[in-house]
Each structure stands twice: as C-alpha cells, then as structure tokens.
C-alpha cells in the first residue's frame, strides 16, 4: 500500500520565552500556524521487518538521525508494527531555519503510518509521541493554527488567522535552535503579548494580529546574525504589514493582504537574498489533507 502526506512549514506569529526549567528545557507560550510551503513524504508499506529512508536533499541525513526516520521507529515500537515501511522524503522547506521542517516531517510520518498500517489511534496519542521526537512536532501532529505552552507539546487549537500573503526570506545561513536559547537571557530579552494575539485570531482582525506579533528569541539571533534584522527593515520599506522572525531563525517573514503588494516585497528581496519564497498561510487543519 501507498500513501502521500503533505509536511507544511509552520510560522510562530509569537513566541514569548517564561523561564529556563529544571530538565534544561524553555517554558514557552507560542502561537503558530501552517503555511502553504510544504515536505512531500510518500510511504509505502513492506513485507520485510526494516525502514528505508530515501531522502532526495543533501541538507538532511538520510539515516537514523533524520526525524522522519526516526518517527517511524518510534511507531513501529508503539504499536508493535511487524512489517516495514518505505520513506520517500522530498524536502521544499529550508533545513534548518526556524520553519519546523524536521518537526513537520516527523509529523507527517506519524500520521502517515497510522493510515498506512490502518492503527487505532487519535491526533492526541500520535502528538504525544511526537513529543518524544521533538518540541514542535505535537504542533505539527495537529496542524492548523495553535496556541502551544509547556515545552511547545501542549497545543490548543485556535482560529485560522485572516486570509494573507506570507513572504519569507531565509539568509544563507543555518541556525541552532540549542544555540538560540542557550544564548537567550529572559530577564533582559523583549515579550510578546500573547493574550493579544490570541484575541486577533479570535476575532479575525488582522490589522491586531499583525500589530501583536514578536519573538523573545529574535534579539538573541539578530545579536549573532545582523542580515535577519536587515532583512526585516528591507521587508518594512518594501510594504509589509509586519515583520518578524519565526521560530529561532533566521528565516524572517511578512505578512501582507494583497497579492500585488507581496509580489513587489518578493522582488524586493531577491536582490539581495537567494531563497524568498510567497506563499499563503494555511491556518487550518483540512488543508493538510
Ligand atoms: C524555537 C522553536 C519555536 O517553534 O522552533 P524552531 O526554531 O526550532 O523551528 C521551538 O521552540 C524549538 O522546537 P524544536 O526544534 O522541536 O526543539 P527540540 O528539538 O525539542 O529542542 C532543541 C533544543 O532547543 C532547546 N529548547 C527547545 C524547546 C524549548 N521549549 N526549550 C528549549 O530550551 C533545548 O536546548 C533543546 O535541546
Ligand atoms: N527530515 C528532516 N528535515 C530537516 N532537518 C532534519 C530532518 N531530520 C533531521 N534534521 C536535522 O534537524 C535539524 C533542524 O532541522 P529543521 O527542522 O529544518 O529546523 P528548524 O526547526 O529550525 O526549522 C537540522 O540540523 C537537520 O540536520
């Protein structure tokens, strides 16, 4: 048997950063939401005990250590799946940059297997082991748009923001997510308002979303890396109606309604950096589908 499963990006449209807790990890209040940029992983079932990775990008290990693999080794021992599987990994999202492409890959592959392999599960289940693999990828599990605290596993489902154009820029540089918030000083860093944010989506009112946005984690990287605040003034003067970094970078993005105006952003910044990409947000959980 064959199955496809689409791994979207996702964008933190705010992430505040409480303290560092005792096992090492962040404690986190995160709005995010899915985009139309996305991982293609096909799957196919095999008699033989094993799994086969084959993934199609230099950027990623096509071993153990790759998240999609290691997603299916974790179901097969969940569920005690005596069969193998076959993982065909086409990678669209930047390695690397703050868009949860690994967490999203993983994801897919849990969802993907329990399709595949016909399991009696739930998202919630599926997002629990995923936990294990990564602290986005519960968000991934579920998709759409979510408020996410504890670590980033604990997820509450929120409205789509207000349809809008998405235009990222990566800068040709990777970035480690430990580094950022090892780095990272909470007392002197800037906090978003959460409580804000959640109420523009609540009410659709994009004008609010756009003005409630921020990143705890932002300083820090823009400290070791100055183009991602570069590219978020270039994003300004070229018409954004806002500009943030996602995730721990360095991938910064805008939102803008107009198709045109997005456009001219876009053309705006290939001339000074190479991966720009347009995409729309995708904000709800059919869409993965
Ligand atoms: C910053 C965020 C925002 O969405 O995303 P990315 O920039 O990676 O996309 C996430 O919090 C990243 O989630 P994820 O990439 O899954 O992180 P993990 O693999 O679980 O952890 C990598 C490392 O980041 C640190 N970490 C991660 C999450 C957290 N809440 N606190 C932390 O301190 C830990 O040092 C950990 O060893
Ligand atoms: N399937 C995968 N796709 C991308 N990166 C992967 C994958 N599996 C493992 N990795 C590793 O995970 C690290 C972070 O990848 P990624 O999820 O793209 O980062 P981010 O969450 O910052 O966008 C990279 O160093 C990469 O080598």
């Known amino acids: 048997m064959y199955i496809m499963e689409k791994a979207p990006a996702k964008i933190n449209l705010s992430l505040d950063v409480l ?3 005792k096992d090492g990890f962040h404690e986190v209040e995160m709005v995010m939401t899915t985009i139309d940029l996305a991982d293609r992983i096909e799957l196919t079932s095999l008699k033989k005990n094993k799994i086969v990775l084959e ?28 069969g193998g599987v076959h993982i065909k990994l086409t990678k ?3 390695v690397a940059a703050g868009l949860a492409g690994g967490s999203s890959d993983a994801a897919a592959v849990l969802r993907g297997m329990a399709r595949l392999f016909d399991l009696d599960t739930t998202p919630g289940e599926l997002a629990e082991i995923g936990a294990e693999i990564g602290s986005d990828v519960s968000f991934c599990v579920h998709g759409g748009t979510a408020l996410a605290t504890g670590r980033g596993e604990k997820i509450e489902e929120l409205p789509a923001p207000p349809p809008c154009w998405v235009v ?11 580094t950022i918030y090892q780095a990272l000083d909470v007392k002197e860093a800037g906090h978003p308002d959460t409580s804000s944010m959640v109420e523009a989506l609540r009410t659709g009112d994009y004008e609010k979303m756009c003005q409630s946005v921020g990143n705890t984690l932002e300083g820090v990287t823009v400290r070791l890396y100055p183009e991602v605040a570069q590219l978020k003034e ?8 806002t500009s943030l970094m996602s995730g ?18 876009c053309n705006h910044l290939k001339g000074f950096c190479d991966e720009v990409y347009m995409v729309r947000v995708l904000g709800t959980k059919e869409t993965l589908d």
């Open 248 to 265: 721990s970078g360095p991938t910064v993005f805008s939102l803008v309604e107009p198709d045109v105006k997005a456009r001219r952003i």
């Open 55 to 82: 993934a199609e990008s230099r950027y990623v290990p096509n071993d153990e250590r790759n998240l999609a693999y290691l997603a299916a080794k974790k179901m097969k021992k969940h569920y005690s799946i005596t």
């Open 234 to 241: 270039h994003m300004l003067q070229a018409g954004a109606d």
């Open 92 to 94: 669209h999202v930047p």
């Open 168 to 178: 990222l820029a990566k800068p040709p540089i990777g970035v480690s997510t430990k």
């Open 19 to 21: 303290h560092k807790r």
